[in-house]
Nanobody, 120 residues
């Protein structure tokens, strides 16, 4: 079973950048579509970006053009490079395995996430 550990969050000023990492255990990481999600206070968790096993990427409208999802299968890690951050990007960010069509999480279990706070 895949276990996921997110890291890289922090406090950043508007317009700044962060690079989030998600390290996965297990030998089948390269076969999975991986996705980043986020949950802001008082809101439901939402998809941010996804990357398939063959490297196809997808981004949701609020972040398109400002974030880049990538993966390194040799390191069992998926990344989220976030640029031009806005206060509305403030949330806890999670990664998970996802399906290939609407990128909903395949698993009900989630890691601890990593907090991103965008504030001056």
């Amino acid at each position: 079973q895949v276990q996921l550990v997110e890291s890289g969050g922090g406090l950043v000023q508007p317009g700044g950048s962060l690079r989030l990492s998600c390290a996965a255990s297990g030998s089948m990481f390269s076969m999975y579509t991986m996705a980043w999600y986020r949950q802001a206070p008082g809101k439901q968790r939402e998809l941010v970006a996804a990357i398939t096993s063959d490297g196809r990427t997808s981004y949701t409208a609020p972040v398109k053009g400002r974030v880049i999802i990538s993966r390194d299968d040799a390191k069992n890690t998926v990344y989220l490079q976030m640029n031009s951050l806005k206060p509305e990007d403030t949330a806890v960010y999670y990664c998970n395995t996802a399906n290939d069509y609407d990128y909903r999480a395949l698993r009900d279990s989630w890691g601890q996430g990593t907090q991103v706070t965008v504030s001056s």
